[in-house]
């Protein structure tokens, strides 16, 4: 399952999100979305975990305190346009 992962620090890159979720399953991949133009983070990425542990991961990181921002975390939807 893909997770979307919002209002991050800036500081946050992908190691720490693998770091992060690592801790409620095995993650196969992580993310942390960069601007073209500027190479500094947008404030959110994505994780991508078995099912049963990202529904863990929701449950345990959604709302928590990270840096002093409360970060978003639930599964990715497509884009659509």
Known sequence: MK???????WRVR???????FSEHGSVTAA???LDRDTGRSRG????EM?????R??????NGQDLDGRAINV???RAKTH
């Open 3 to 9: 997770l979307f992962v919002g209002n991050l620090p």
């Open 44 to 47: 959110f990425g994505f994780v």
């Open 50 to 54: 078995g099912d049963d542990d990202a």
């Open 74 to 76: 639930n599964e990715a």
């Open 14 to 20: 992908d190691n720490d999100l693998v770091e992060m």
């Open 56 to 61: 863990k991961a929701i449950e345990a990181l």
């Open 31 to 33: 993310n942390v979305v």
